[in-house]
């Protein structure tokens, strides 16, 4: 069970970026899923969830507005639209996975509660 991430890369600040995240087999579409993302020196952070259904979502205060996540199960793919980047947005992205398979509305926010990490992609905006 796997988790690969892409489409990181070098922005300017105002651009957009788009990440993908694919799940190796389609027992992630049931798992609530999410991007946490860490900078160098700073401490993993929460940025978005998604609840197995692609409703409801859930965000950080500080991507709020500018980042839309989004899954299509039938592809075992979710997405993260970044828009209006900020320097600050610069860090490695990870999608995560929760593993019970929680149904319903459940999303989550905390790290402790995603069982799968992919292996992460790079964002980076220069000011």
């Known amino acids: 069970v796997q988790l690969q991430a892409s489409g990181g890369g070098l922005v300017q600040a105002g651009g957009s970026l788009r990440l993908s995240c694919a799940a190796s087999?389609?027992?992630?579409?049931?798992?609530?899923m999410g991007w946490f993302r860490q900078a160098p020196g700073k401490e993993r952070e929460f940025v978005a969830a998604v609840a197995w259904r692609g409703s409801p979502t859930s965000y950080a205060n500080s991507v709020r507005g500018r980042f839309a996540i989004s899954r299509d199960n039938a592809k075992n793919t979710i997405r993260l639209q970044m828009n209006n980047l900020k320097p600050e947005d610069t860090a490695v992205y990870y999608c995560?996975?929760?593993?019970?398979?929680?149904?319903?509305?459940?999303?989550?926010?905390?790290?402790?509660?995603?069982?799968?990490w992919g292996q992460g992609t790079q964002v980076t905006v220069s000011s």
């Open positions: 087999d389609g027992t992630f579409s049931r798992y609530p």
């Open positions: 995560v996975a929760e593993g019970q398979g929680t149904g319903g509305s459940a999303y989550y926010t905390e790290a402790v509660q995603y069982d799968y």
